[in-house]
């Protein structure tokens, strides 16, 4: 019998309230802040990408981007679920 090494995480339902509400609202401003970068570097990015073509730093920074873009999805996810979460459990 193999023993596990990591317990399995408990789903956002059976946390408490408290810890839902943290991770909700400290969800909020990160999310925010790649909005506003994405909002703020993307349109020049893609300028730039369709002036000078498609090079090495170029491609970097399209990666790194795209990891940023990730981030800010899930992390806006994650606040609209505990969101809903302790909306459906308080009322």
Excluded: Y
């Excluded at 999805?73 to 606040?79: E, Q, R």
């Amino acid at each position: 019998m193999q023993q596990k090494l990591f317990k399995q995480a408990k789903p956002l339902n059976e946390l408490p309230s408290w810890f839902l509400a943290f991770i909700g609202t400290a969800s909020i401003p990160i999310t925010l802040f790649l909005v506003f970068v994405m909002v703020d570097v993307l349109p020049d990015f893609l300028v730039k990408l369709w002036d000078v073509g498609l090079n090495s730093s170029a491609l970097n920074l399209l990666v790194l981007l795209l990891i940023l873009m990730v981030a800010m999805i899930w992390s806006g996810l994650m606040a609209i679920k505990c969101g809903k979460v302790l909306l459906h459990r308080h009322f």
